[in-house]
Nanobody, 124 residues
Framework: QVQLVESGGGLVQAGGSLRLSCAAS????????IGWFRQAAGKEREFVSA????????LYADSVKGRFTISRDNLKNTVYLQMNSLNSEDTAVYYC?????????????????WGQGTQVTVSS
């Protein structure tokens, strides 16, 4: 089993930046691809980004391409999501999740383990 803990959320002005972290413990971290998802109030959870088990491959939702960057440090068992040029539509609870689909995937159902989420609020 893998335990995931997100951190780094908060309140930021439009145009600002935040870096989210997803720290993992439990089974071998490099056995999993990691994804970031978000859920805004009253909306369904949506895919944001994913990174393969070794960091060699990444996926992004069209809405965040060019603004968000995902990375991982397997020695620290941590995945990061650098978020730049934030706008009000990025306001949501952000979750990281682990999947054995080693290349990563945008399909929510493929993820077996989830963190508790961290709130990101962008003020305009």
């Amino acid at each position: 089993q893998v335990q995931l803990v997100e951190s780094g959320g908060g309140l930021v002005q439009a145009g600002g930046s935040l870096r989210l972290s997803c720290a993992a413990s439990g089974r071998i971290f490099s056995s999993y691809a990691i994804g970031w998802f978000r859920q805004a109030a009253g909306k369904e959870r949506e895919f944001v980004s994913a990174i393969s088990w070794n960091g060699g491959g990444t996926l992004y939702a069209d809405s965040v391409k060019g603004r968000f960057t995902i990375s991982r440090d397997n020695l620290k068992n941590t995945v990061y999501l650098q978020m730049n040029s934030l706008n009000s539509e990025d306001t949501a609870v952000y979750y990281c999740a682990a999947t054995t689909v080693l290349a990563g995937t945008l399909y929510t159902g493929a993820y077996d383990y989830w963190g508790q989420g961290t709130q990101v609020t962008v003020s305009s």
